[in-house]
């Protein structure tokens, strides 16, 4: 059977990948799984842990500079809709 510490260690690496992979479709979801693998590595001085905060961290940026970029497309959309006066919209 597996060991408590390798069990978090796994933990940590599987939610630092999925913080990476969730950035780009829900960054609000990939920022929060980033936290969560960065608290979970953070435990542990395996090698696993390791690789897992790196991708928690890169989870992390991914997710704010997506976040960042989706509200400012999002004011960028509203300022611009006002602009297009009685332009149909179907």
């Not at 920022?31 to 979970?40: D, R, T, V």
């Not at 976040?67 to 009685?86: E, Y």
Request: proline share 2%; glycine share 8%; hydrophobic share 55%.
């Amino acid at each position: 059977m597996a060991d408590k510490k390798e069990d978090v260690s796994v933990a940590g690496y599987i939610f630092g990948i999925a913080s990476i992979v969730l950035a780009f479709f829900t960054p609000l979801a990939g920022f929060i799984f980033a936290i969560i693998g960065l608290n979970l590595s953070k435990r542990q001085n395996t090698y696993l842990a390791m690789k897992g905060k790196k991708l928690s961290q890169i989870g992390l940026i991914i997710s704010i500079i997506v976040l960042i970029l989706t509200i400012i497309a999002a004011v960028v959309a509203s300022k611009t809709s006002s602009l297009l006066g009685n332009f149909p919209v179907s």
